[in-house]
């Protein structure tokens, strides 16, 4: 099947693996994000750009398509997660088609597509309605395709590739904010260590730079949808902040206890330190206003900085305290959060506003489903699939292994996926499997990488 048939072989692979999960949980699985991207489509919300707007405006037209056609939310949602899951399966099987260039191992292939079909991971998050789904294929989209346009000496010139990877540039940021990061260190990447296509890299960044500008520069003020609150990229800092309140209170001064009051919604500073938690830094930004005037950033921020130089180890603590999860292979998942096998916390979501439901005849093999993923979670070794910091040393390991073998030029593989570890160790969960599906479906790929028995 490699040899012959890599791409259509894998992908009905795929496919039938994911029967099963159809079945059972069609529509597809509904989470919080998405419940609230939905609600500020439909203008029950008031729509920002907390999440990214044109994947809210994605989901919300496939929503639309449903009822208009169909009179069905369910068949809306159901539209959206087949086109997701089948372009998983297309970007993974295209995979496989450069394992076939790569002259890896049939023991390999068969494993990789075990992790990739078999195992519960992808085949659950796959058909899951989350932003973070489509964002991990693109980023999947975005290695394989550096990996075939750039990092091989046969087979380069094909303009297609190229065009590929353009695009996954693009499609991270119609799924997350922090998908620009990643591009830039993609563009960058290929920059430095693949000078020839110069060209093709100002194009990505042409692209991406028009995107955001249509996105964030025109479509958005038109509209008057304002950005994403400031405290959510503050996570680290705040619960800095938390720890430092709850540690050393007798060392607050006057002028700092005044800026922290005037930025966080409290009446008293203990209910900050109360609501400390290393895992997760929610629970206190939710505290600190969501959209503070440039004086009161200003003030909040001499106040972290100041307090940072009398304690700079607890501060290194709490960052390594809530980003550990992210390193340490057998340290468990937030809340052992491995999947997503309900619509919210329930079987179903109905309301004024949203009518989505599980089918009564998949009950039992939901639940069987569910019980095989986290059966596996707790088997010893292979639970460890699960663990984020697993995938980080899969990564680091294939970074060495290149630098060992003499191939630092290839090195710009990597730098996409070192980004996503730096933004995930900043999140607001630590030992998130959501945050870090980018990584974790990536792996087979670094480590094909590496081992590969072909030129370039």
């Not at 353009?166 to 620009?180: K, M, P, S, T």
């Not at 890299?201 to 692209?207: K, M, N, S």
């Not at 060392?251 to 895992?279: C, K, P, Q, W």
């Amino acid at each position: 099947m490699f040899i012959e048939h890599p791409f259509v072989g894998a992908f009905l692979v795929l496919m039938c693996c994911e029967l099963p999960w159809w079945f059972a949980f069609w529509p597809g699985t509904l989470q919080y994000d998405s419940c609230g991207q939905l609600l500020q489509y439909l203008g029950v919300a008031k729509m920002t750009g907390h999440h990214p707007v044109p994947v809210t405006m994605l989901m919300g037209v496939f929503l639309n398509m449903g009822r208009h056609f169909f009179q069905s939310d369910n068949v809306g949602i159901f539209l959206y997660t087949l086109l997701q899951f089948t372009g998983q399966c297309l970007v993974i099987s295209y995979g496989f088609c450069v394992f076939r260039r790569f002259r890896l191992p049939v023991w390999f292939c068969w494993g990789a597509l075990l992790f990739y079909g078999v195992f519960p991971l992808l085949p659950n998050w796959g058909i899951s309605y989350v932003k973070d789904s489509g964002y991990y294929i693109c980023f999947l989209l975005l290695t394989i395709s550096m990996v075939d346009a750039f990092g091989m000496e046969r087979g380069q010139d094909a303009r297609w590739k190229r065009i590929l990877w353009i695009a996954a540039l693009v499609g991270l940021n119609v799924f997350r904010n922090d998908g620009r990061y990643v591009a830039v260190a993609a563009i960058i990447g290929v920059m430095l260590f693949r000078h020839k296509y110069f060209k093709t890299c100002l194009a990505g960044a042409g692209c991406l730079l028009l995107f955001l500008f249509l996105v964030e520069g025109a479509y958005m003020p038109l509209r008057n949808i304002p950005s994403g609150a400031l405290r959510e990229a503050m996570s680290v800092p705040l619960l800095q902040t938390a720890d430092y309140i709850k540690k050393y209170p007798d060392e607050i001064t006057v002028e700092e206890y005044d800026a922290l009051m005037d930025v966080f919604d409290v009446d008293d500073l203990g209910e900050i330190s109360n609501r400390y938690d290393n895992m997760i830094s929610d629970r206190i930004k939710d505290l600190f206003l969501e959209y503070p005037s440039k004086e009161q950033i200003n003030a909040y921020l001499k106040t972290w900085w100041s307090q940072l130089k009398k304690h700079p180890i607890d501060y290194l603590r709490v960052y390594w305290e809530h980003s550990d999860g992210y390193f340490n292979p057998i340290k468990r998942c937030y809340e052992d959060i491995i999947g997503w096998y309900t619509i919210l916390d329930e079987q179903s979501r109905t309301d004024d506003y949203l009518d989505i439901h599980f089918r009564t005849e998949g009950q039992k093999l939901r639940v069987n489903l569910e019980n095989l993923s986290y059966s596996l979670y707790d088997f010893p070794l292979i639970g460890c699939l699960y663990h984020p910091g697993t995938y980080t040393w899969i990564m680091l390991g294939s970074l060495f292994a290149l630098v060992l073998k003499g191939r630092k030029r290839d090195l710009f593989v990597i730098l996409p996926g070192i980004v996503v570890l730096m933004v995930c160790t900043a999140s607001p969960l630590n030992a998130s499997v959501r945050y870090y599906l980018p990584i974790m479906s990536a792996a087979p790929i670094y480590m094909g990488y590496c081992i590969r028995n072909c030129s370039g």
